[in-house]
């Protein structure tokens, strides 16, 4: 779960089961914690409605709780992310001054590219894990707050790769 949204509509799904006596999902755990009447409800039911929803079931398992991989995965591309932000935000400074004060036309023509260089791997690979969710979203025909932001990012990043280039009028 992503967001407080995704922990609503899973709550309110699983709630909605006859037999289930108390629901709560809580995104910052991305836990479902489910009471319900084993003579009313068999649990496949519980993992069913979440699944239909669009999200995965598995049975809470304590030593899973800390994946080191997937947790080390995800500070690698954190930490990507944020140096390739870092070194964005301080070459975009050229162009900034560009507005001000005349600068020299290789840096105008250029840094364009060198921006677009950097902004790759934080859009493809820092952002895989979002994409793909909305990828696998996108083929079940579900829209949820991965589309939404994938498709801003993604609009975003098209948009600036393919604009046409205005020619500047200096004085």
């Known amino acids: 779960m992503w967001c407080n949204s995704c922990a609503w509509l899973v709550e309110h799904g699983v709630k909605g089961l006859p037999g289930v006596v108390s629901a709560e999902a809580s995104f910052a755990t ?4 489910v009471q319900f009447q084993p003579q009313l409800l ?7 409605r979440v699944s239909k929803v669009g999200y995965r079931v598995a049975e809470f398992n304590p030593a899973t709780l800390g994946d ?3 947790n ?3 500070l690698l591309r954190f930490g990507l992310a944020a140096f390739f932000w870092l070194n964005i935000m301080t070459f975009s400074l050229a162009l900034y001054v560009g507005y001000f004060e005349r600068i020299s036309g290789s840096v105008r023509l250029y840094m364009p590219f060198v921006l677009m260089t950097l ?7 820092c952002g895989y894990p979002l ?11 579900t829209v949820r707050m991965e589309s939404l932001v994938s498709l801003g990012v993604l609009a975003a990043y098209f948009f600036s790769v393919f604009q046409p280039r205005r020619k500047r009028r200096d004085g």
């Open 72 to 74: 080390r995965d995800l």
């Open 119 to 125: 902004a790759t791997p934080v859009v493809f690979y």
């Open 68 to 70: 080191a991989d997937e």
């Open 30 to 33: 991305d836990l479902l914690r």
């Open 131 to 141: 994409l793909r969710v909305a990828w696998f979203g996108f083929r079940s025909c």
């Open 42 to 48: 068999p649990p496949s039911r519980i993992s069913e």
